[in-house]
């Protein structure tokens, strides 16, 4: 409906041909940038002009040479403009190497350059006084007639009035303040003011904006700001002849959070906060009860310390059933820039878009989505540690901040009953400090084929040093000696992302959801409380007081306590002739069974074995055989 | 050579379509909310964003009042773990995904918050992505159907967030 009205309005809007030519003058001028051009002079004037447009396709207007400085002023047309310039500083002309600097990077001042830093202290003087800290306000209302701004002739020309706004927002911008609200009332603002697109630039997070009193009488005026003010909350525009027709449902589809226009309330705000948020409530730990919380936690310190410093101590938590496989991937969701340090040494700064930076990954990379062929799939995933030992060489070495910023990492820990054990997920980030110890090519070379050349590529196993974010799955369980078995070890690599999306919001929400269900178990979320302060790089199963050691004694998920009696802890090994001649599996099992049923070990094995080991069919039998067993069947 | 996990991709694709499966007006909604990942047991340990939910019911509930999504599966590994005689294996599953939310200010029921008419189109919005972590505990019993309860452990994070968008997480 509105874009039937909107064209009408359009209609009776067009301009003459002069009063474009007029418009377009004024919105060139409006963004002029002064720049300074020096070490030319072994050329002409005219030679330079021609040479930074062959080089860079940027015309230099008014330009004005100063022979006493040496400095070759002139004009661009925008800031994109100057910074692409800015750019070809340090290139080679006759015989010298230019020098390039902006002069005015606001544009507010023109081309003269002696006006510009008072200019830039009156604005900021002006954005002072009319701010209020306390409300976030930034009151810009009936601009023209301050009394700071007209003395220091910053309305004198159409030219300098039509590069103030701009150049106010620019130095909001830099300012940092904190806005939620703005009042550009009874500014004379037109249907062709770019004000607002300014605004939003400046301030994209704005709550409440007023333009009462103005002249916008068209739609356009807003649409141009379309998905700028995604949070504006509340819009006055009384007093201005656009209020008189129909097209408030325009206005109020531009901001798709506009709850009030005009003192009209337009939207349920409950309703729309519940549609465009994420019903989940967001939390960044989560573990499923009280002891698990402490094994993950000690587990995942230790673990990482350890994958930091001392990586093949680790082994000893990998069995010959253990398996490893880590995979990366480079779609980039987020951008971010980084500093990253190549392995030649120095930094540099890198766009994540490059995909050359995964070169120590590339090898043993296990992405299923990619790698199809079946031996390929295989031979990329380790077992045991003989082969895990192998590829943890061949992985840079890194250093995690868990211990120092737990805020960086988020970990969901249940429990996981088939294997009496629990998973662990943790999302988060390190950086690569060296190279890896033995970057090898572990797998046999592809055949040949149409792909064989990239894999004889010499730089696939180069790579560079970065900060990258991971998410890693553990599934670990009990060992025999009441240390941990890493039984299945997945890594993601990813391109670095902050840690925006799992960081709690520091302010609670108000309401839940009424329909959000009650949780099936404990929670226990917030910091890695049970993260020890210190933890010694040390080998996991061997040394006393180790913080894992503490924890395996309460990670029983079945145990109705939750903690296991000392007696039960020294039960909790398996005599290694026995344990010798069972997999991971059936140790657990009959350990479990042992707990269970105070059986001994004898019985317990002719129980399991019985039962075909299977833990429900154990305790089936057990139950219907327990009336006949003999007291020497019980442990002491 | 024998694959385990052949299957594993299409199974994923096939998960993420019913998280993103559009609501159709001449279904009731019951039936709408149990077509949401139907592969979860009725008690899978499920967590969201940090957040558990007792069941899948309740986690239907939940999704079914999100604005219409759109899923794409990035990348994946997954092995398969021994679980013991008498018990099908299981498989563990790390992917990565991104997903993005309709922004066109309704649910995927249809419920809106306008109090005032606005002409609105009816196909869906769509912001910028938000990456997503995926870990899912599997039984091995997807090799034969992928229609069936086998899901026993859902993990769902949402790792990486666009500054432009108005969707909040």
Not at chain 1, 47 to 64: C, P
Not at chain 1, 515 to 533: F, R
Not at chain 1, 544 to 570: E, R, Y
Not at chain 2, 89 to 101: E, H, S, T
Request: hydrophobic content about 35%; proline content about 6%.
């Amino acid at each position: 409906m509105h874009r039937g009205s909107s064209r009408g309005g359009y209609g009776g809007g067009y301009m003459n041909p002069q009063q474009s030519i007029q418009r377009a003058n004024q919105y060139q001028n409006e963004n002029v940038i002064t720049v300074e051009i020096y070490g030319w002079q072994r050329a002409s004037q005219q030679d330079l002009v021609n040479f930074i447009s062959r080089k860079t396709r940027i015309g230099l207007q008014n330009v004005i040479a100063d022979h006493n400085s040496g400095a070759l002023r002139g004009t661009v047309r925008n800031k994109k403009e100057a910074d692409d310039l800015l750019r070809a500083s340090g290139i080679q002309f006759a015989g010298d190497t230019l020098r390039i600097k902006i002069v005015d990077d606001t544009g507010i001042a023109g081309t003269n350059t002696s006006n510009t830093i008072n200019t830039i202290e009156v604005l900021k003087t002006f954005l002072r006084n009319r701010y209020d800290i306390n409300s976030k306000m930034l009151n810009l209302e009936n601009m023209s007639q301050d009394q700071l701004l007209v003395s220091n002739g910053l309305f004198s020309s159409s030219a300098t009035s039509s590069k103030f706004f701009p150049a106010l927002m620019g130095l909001a911008s830099k300012e940092k303040l904190a806005v939620d609200s703005v009042n550009l009332s009874n500014n004379k603002l037109n249907d062709y003011s770019k004000y607002l697109v300014e605004l939003s630039h400046a301030f994209p997070d704005l709550k409440n904006l007023a333009l009462a009193n103005n002249n916008i009488t068209k739609l356009e005026f807003f649409e141009r700001s379309k998905n700028k003010f995604l949070k504006l909350r509340e819009l006055v525009l009384s007093g201005n002849p656009i209020m008189n027709s129909n097209v408030h449902a325009g206005i109020i589809k531009v901001f798709p959070r506009l709850i009030v226009l005009d003192g009209q309330i337009v939207r349920d705000e409950n309703k729309l906060n519940a549609i465009y948020s994420f019903s989940f409530p967001k939390k960044s730990m989560f573990f499923e009860n009280p002891d698990l919380q402490k094994a993950s936690t000690s587990f995942i310190s230790t673990y990482l310390n350890m994958w930091d410093n001392s990586r093949l101590d680790l082994l000893q938590l990998y069995t010959s059933e253990s398996q490893f496989s880590y995979h990366y991937d480079t779609a980039h969701i987020v951008d971010q820039t980084l500093p990253t340090h190549s392995s030649q040494g120095g930094y540099h700064s890198s766009s994540v878009h490059s995909t050359a930076t995964w070169g120590y990954y590339m090898t043993n990379s296990r992405n299923l989505s990619r790698v199809s062929a079946p031996k390929q799939r295989m031979a990329r995933l380790f077992k045991g540690p003989e082969n895990i030992s192998q590829v943890f060489r061949s992985l840079p070495k890194t250093k995690h901040s868990i211990l120092e910023h737990p805020e960086l990492y988020s970990v969901e820990t249940i429990s996981f009953p088939s294997l009496n054990g629990m998973q662990i997920v943790i999302h988060g980030e390190f950086e690569e400090v060296a190279a890896p110890e033995q970057p090898q090519q572990l797998n046999p070379p592809p055949q040949k084929g149409r792909h064989n050349r990239y894999n004889n590529n010499p730089t696939q196993n180069k790579g560079t040093l970065e900060k990258r974010s991971f998410d890693r799955s553990f599934i670990v369980v009990p060992g025999s000696n009441g240390s941990f078995i890493v039984a299945s070890d997945m890594l993601l690599l990813k391109s670095y992302a902050s840690n925006k999306a799992f960081l709690e919001d520091p302010i609670v929400a108000t309401s839940t959801p009424t329909s959000t269900p009650p949780p099936p178990a404990t929670i226990n979320s917030g910091p890695l409380s049970g993260i020890p302060s210190t933890t010694a790089p040390s080998p996991l199963a061997s040394v006393p007081g180790n913080p894992l050691l503490g924890a395996v004694s309460n990670f029983s998920t079945n145990s109705p306590s939750g903690t296991i009696s000392p007696q039960q802890q020294q039960q909790q090994t398996l005599p290694p002739d026995i344990a010798s001649k069972l997999n991971i599996t059936q140790q657990q099992l009959v350990l479990k069974i042992m707990s269970d049923t105070r059986l001994t070990l004898e019985f317990t094995l002719m129980l399991c074995e019985q039962s075909n080991w299977n833990y429900e069919l154990a305790g089936q039998n057990f139950a219907s055989s327990k009336a006949n067993l003999p007291p020497q069947a019980y442990q002491m | 050579m024998n694959d385990p996990t052949s299957k594993l991709e299409q199974f994923l694709k096939i998960i993420l379509e019913t998280l993103d499966q559009t609501y159709v007006t001449t279904q009731t909604t019951e039936f709408y909310k149990s077509s949401i990942l139907p592969q979860l047991i009725s008690q899978s340990r499920i967590i969201i964003n940090g957040s558990p939910f007792g069941s899948r019911s309740q986690f239907q509930e939940l999704w079914a009042t999100l604005p219409q999504t759109q899923h794409q599966l990035l990348s994946f590994d997954a092995q398969l773990l021994p679980i013991g005689q008498g018990s099908n294996n299981q498989y563990v599953i790390l992917a990565r995904l991104k997903v993005r939310f309709d922004e066109a200010g309704k649910n995927r029921l249809g419920d809106c918050a306008d109090l005032v008419p606005l002409d609105k189109v009816n196909r869906p919005l769509y912001g910028p992505w938000f990456g997503a972590c995926l870990n899912l505990i599997v039984d091995e019993m997807i090799n034969n159907s992928y229609n069936c309860e086998c899901i026993s452990s859902l993990d769902y994070r949402i790792t990486e967030k666009p500054d432009a968008s108005l969707f909040n997480i």
